[in-house]
């Protein structure tokens, strides 16, 4: 049984700051791949960041690269996305997610599990 819970997000105006935090409850954390994806209103779910199991390498959408920063500490079973510069356009459910496979993937085929998402919403 794996069980991610995703916190951290809230009303920012532009230009704010946010950190969202994803606490797993899984075994061997360390050896999942975490990403985060987010989905707008009338919008596909679309791929944010994500970072590998031995947290070396990461993977960002063009659209938050400069901005976001992912990272996660595998000793407290935790990930984070750190979001600066925050725009209206990042308004959105954010999601945490783990593969399997440890690689910092981009798509979410790749991801078997998923949290229950919280909201961002970015004000102009």
């Known amino acids: 049984q794996v069980q991610l819970v995703e916190s951290g997000g809230g009303l920012v105006q532009a230009g704010g700051s946010l950190r969202l935090s994803c606490a797993a409850s899984v075994r061997a954390f360390s050896t999942y791949a975490m990403g985060w994806f987010r989905q707008a209103p009338g919008k596909e779910r679309e791929f944010v960041a994500a970072?590998?199991?031995?947290?070396?390498?990461?993977n960002y959408a063009d659209s938050v690269k400069g901005r976001f920063t992912i990272s996660r500490d595998n000793a407290k079973n935790t990930g984070y996305l750190q979001m600066n510069s925050l725009k209206p356009e990042d308004t959105a459910g954010y999601y945490c997610?783990?593969?399997?496979?440890?690689?910092?993937?981009?798509?979410?085929?790749?991801?078997?599990?998923w949290g229950q998402g919280t909201q961002v919403t970015v004000s102009s």
């Open positions: 970072i590998s199991w031995s947290g070396q390498s990461t």
């Open positions: 997610a783990l593969c399997n496979r440890g690689v910092a993937a981009s798509s979410s085929t790749d991801y078997a599990y």
